[in-house]
């Protein structure tokens, strides 16, 4: 093929790559020795309706007796960055049948970088696939061969295969390579069991291959092997692990000329094919969500096909020379842009069509002015309102959702009131169902009595719930003992200043019975398999404050609208760590777990009162016995790819070690080793109770280890480590920066998240507004300045008019002594009085308030 006529088109972020080789000008009489390989980007311009060309570059290759040719292009995965680049696999062959084949990267400048070459004795014709890396496929002799930019070398796989129909990435397996090859039938006595049309069926198979783990995949996961003789070219739309099961949604084209839908290894459609021969298949998700398959065929037509309530070719095209699928209009959705074969223009880009079979409609040749409407903008309006007429839809579909919710509850109303009528035709006692089983949440407070005294505290007498502990438990993590009690959600609420003291009930004469330990409050919230750890100090109090007639409709005023912090289905578990080595020494200790809390609320008179409340969770025994027989101990064991320790392994765990969270930022290169390096390196396996948690099971100091790694965007993220101790810490961040770009900025976050600091500053402030307004306007204040001012009868003036007193001498007098009277009651009203003590306890509380304010800002200034 004459070099003028290698041409390669391949669409990358919405432009058009136009890869063309050609002979290097010369002087006349000198010879040609170099062959440029050029590209164009071409991007489509709305206005004209036209492709207009953005930039060029150019790569000059030595040509002497040598034939270059371009094999394929395709857009790949850089494993240095992590960033798609488009890739061009190109060929030189030598005279001694000796070819040579380049790997070439194109960067955003149009510089061309020669990622690796390789050289065989043979030439690439069958199965060529470019894939994440850079890395090249293909098949020869039955054979599979690759190589990557990693180890550039040629590599096979042990595997016999007649044809590759799909490569790609399929979660947690990494590249697989879906191919067709012969089957092993199975061994049989009688040599005639199976017919001719059975050995045809079973002749072949379909299945996997995955490179990285060099582990074959089940073929019947994704299509019967019945199908592998007539299959020709397969599109992997979905994959995913669901309860440790490969689910798979694949389309594929056969030779019979049909497209058919397999779901989980299941045909659930098929469709015929108005042409011959198809070749291969694509897809494209358009602006109204549309899924559409693009079947290409070896005779240069194109037909796409739309799967609603069945499969059906919704359009189709002939004399095509290549199909695209990008967001060429800037739309934010796919479109197909076709080119189409034109003899009689040089240039490529002369006849083309975009379309997603719906409003979008671009092409060469087509009478803007006839086929669309002149408004201006009329296309972009079409698009708003195809997308408020989907917000309708789903405002519908929400208030439908709405009502089936109701009527389920009317549907409960009704039952339980059948209930209750047999029971009282049968003279038995109704027994309604509680508050939890019918998911229902208190708004308020339960009602107490009152205290006498703001300064009196109650220790050991207050009222709690019955059911406020869900479970006390222990653990013996190295040579600390752990105790945590788990809390319902609903009793944590009301309460700040939570801890726990261990007792031990023995009595000894010499030595004191409390144990020293220390507090940390750890939340679980399962829904979302989150876990915050936090240390001593208290968040504020959540918003969950009875508020009295008088004062709740002055809050609505000030603070309309409050965001709600409360999670349903949260528990809170507060553990207390202590040395295990002193508790030893009794061989046998029996402690008493006593829970100490501070419960809050306003009373009508808008006071904050503060209760002090100690309850007894329950009793602990440890024995020396059953430390030895590891009673106690923590279990983290590997189960697959997960480590399945209980929640109270886990929780004993994160109590023990010192948190370190880092913010890591790359400004060139995507995180993606991070990853890598935790499940790799660190072999760390998630704990199947919280996934966004990993335990690393790597031999030495580090073992134990917890990482969290939360990646905010492909360039930034925070990975937090759970350390024993600073060794461990230094030896996990040695073994990070090995793996990380020279690039990469690590930065320690002293005082954790800013997002999470925010909020507790918001809500510290809103206590300290309330505390302050709660304090100036008590009732107490209040009713002592009334007694100062505004309450002597003789200070009592007649409401006169003004005009009738100002008519004689002695009207002006008492206008006079009037005025003189207001004064006074003015300026007693600025200099109101209050009782020493409430002025002191209010003094207290405000600063308290201010003192957290002024930490968490200190907080949040450091990280």
Partial sequence: MPLGEQEQFLSYNGEVLIFQLSKAKHAEGAADKTTNLCVRRMAFN???????????????????HLKIEIICCSCTTDSRTGII???????????NNVVKYLLLLLHSSNQFEQSFHFKLDYELKEDIRLFAGPSVLWRHANKLFYISSDTCTVLSAPIQLSSVVWVGEIKNEGTVVLGIGTACLPESEDEDEFSTS??????SEFFGYAIETQKMLNGTCFMPHAYSRVVSSVYVCKNEMLKKQLRISLVAVTHKNQLIWFQDGLPKGLCELPYAKPSSVITAVTSSNDLLFIVSFASGNICVLQRRDSLQVASKWQNVKSVLVDDFIGSGSEQLLLLFKDDSNTDVLSAFRITDLGEVNYGSGINYKHDVPPAEGLQENGFLTVRALETRLQAGYTSVRELQQHLRLKRRVILE???ALIDLVKERTHILPTAKEEGLVSLWDDVENPPHSLSKETSLTSKVPEHFIEKLWQRVVGDSLVV?????ESFYLSLSDVSLSLVMDQDFSSISPIIECRNKIIKLNKASSALAVSSCQIEPPPKKIKLDLHSKNDLKKEFPKRCSRVQLHGTKTVIAVTSLAPLLAFHRVCCIVLLHMKKEKLQNDGIQESKKITVLCGKILLTLEDISNGKYSVKMLRDNSYCTGSMEDILAVLAVCVRFSFQIVSSDCTLTPVNSWLLGEMECTPFKECHDNMFCHKAGNVYGTVFKWNLKNPFEGVLTLFCRNLTVLFQCLHSLTRVLPPSCDVKLLRSGSKSVLTEQLALALEKEMLTSRSSFFSKESKAENSSMWGNDPDKKISDAPVASLLDSEEGVQQFRKKLQSEREESVLSMNQTMNGGIYQEMSVKIAEAQLSSDMIVWRLSKS
């Fill in 46 to 64: 709305r206005d004209t309706k036209l492709f207009v060309q953005k930039s060029s570059g150019v790569f000059s290759m030595h040509a002497s």
């Fill in 198 to 203: 059975d050995r045809a069926i079973w002749g």
């Fill in 85 to 95: 680049l488009p890739c061009i696999l190109m060929k030189k062959k030598k005279r």
């Fill in 417 to 419: 009131s059948c209930r």
């Fill in 484 to 488: 945590g009690v788990k809390l319902t």
